[in-house]
């Protein structure tokens, strides 16, 4: 009997509703009570006039992203650490762990990828995890009046948080705890490489966009100028708008081959991808609202496309 897990209802719910609300806000704004477009615009395009004032309190400063990028480059570097103990010393998880994997991915859960697949795809999100964390901490400049609702905060914990359950709860050693785990040469195939590839290119991309946007409020001797969005030039973003965003989703595109057959990283996939192309339509829109000269050959998202 086919079973709804609760990272599969998690997930689910998160991408049904960012859908449906950018798509509601997208279409009849004007139409909309302003609660409701107040709680789902944020950053440059949040909402200027008519606020509501129940939603102000349900609000924080956007510079509290910094927050559940410290929680989750704890997590991913616990989370690399136990795969390491796992696939290199040969120790077994935790029934704990176990039991946790068991109750959020199913009891019914089975191994999708390789032991090398699975230390690849950790890896990487630790990698991730502590560029944004230096990122959002000693790169970016972030407003002072920026907010962001309570609801956007706790989403960043509950993502990172799935992102690395999806990993573990179908990982060779992590499924049944006394099945081999151990690395083999023959596991570095193509899907490893193409995964660690094309990763590798997406992260050093959007760091390189997130700091040229940083650069933007910065004079050349990196003292902070200025906290106005200002548009940005060069690189990818003469293609797109948002060429961060764009690298984001590409980042977890690229680890779907390693993880072949994992459907609950092809949510986190899915979730990623409706969340970020929906900032990024209202982001490209902002701009060009925002600038008489922007680029109309730039596209929101997807160059050429989207």
């Known amino acids: 009997m086919w079973e709804i897990t609760p990272m599969e209802l ?3 719910s998160m991408i049904a509703s960012v859908t ?9 704004e004007t139409h909309l009570p302003s609660f409701l477009t107040q709680t789902f615009r944020y950053g440059k395009h949040s909402l200027k006039a008519h606020r509501n004032a129940l939603v102000d309190r349900l609000e924080v400063p956007k510079s509290f992203f910094r927050h559940f990028y410290i929680f989750a480059l704890l997590l991913s570097g ?3 650490y136990l795969v390491l103990r796992s696939c290199v010393a040969g120790k077994p998880p935790s029934d704990t762990l176990i039991y946790l994997l068991d109750f959020l991915c199913g009891k019914r859960r089975s191994v999708k990828g390789t032991p090398m697949a699975t230390l690849l795809a950790t890896g990487c999100i ?4 502590i ?5 959002t901490h000693f790169v970016q400049v972030f407003s002072r009046s920026s907010r962001i609702n309570l609801a956007h905060y706790l989403v960043g914990y509950l993502h990172y948080f799935g992102a690395i359950v999806a990993i573990l709860g179908h990982s060779q050693g992590f499924v049944n705890p006394s099945a081999n785990a151990s690395l083999a040469w023959d596991q570095l195939n193509w899907r490893v490489v193409v995964s660690g590839s094309v990763f590798l290119f ?4 959007q760091w390189c966009a997130n700091n040229a946007l940083a650069q933007l409020r910065k004079d050349a001797k990196g003292n902070v100028i200025t906290e106005t969005h200002l548009m940005p030039k060069g690189g990818f973003f003469e293609l797109i708008s948002s060429p961060h965003m764009f690298f984001e989703c590409l980042m977890y595109v690229a680890l779907v081959p390693a993880l072949s057959g994992n459907t609950d990283w092809l949510l ?3 979730w990623v991808i409706s969340n970020q ?3 990024a339509h209202f982001t490209h829109i902002w701009y060009r609202e925002s600038f008489p000269n922007y680029p109309k050959s730039r596209k929101a998202l997807i160059p050429g496309i989207f």
């Open 131 to 135: 560029r944004r964390f230096w990122e």
């Open 10 to 12: 998690l997930y689910c």
């Open 268 to 270: 986190v996939m899915a």
């Open 126 to 129: 630790f990698l991730q995890c």
């Open 78 to 80: 616990l989370t690399l």
């Open 277 to 279: 192309a929906q900032v």
């Open 20 to 28: 449906f609300l950018g798509c509601l806000v997208g279409a009849l």
């Open 202 to 205: 997406a992260w050093w991309q």
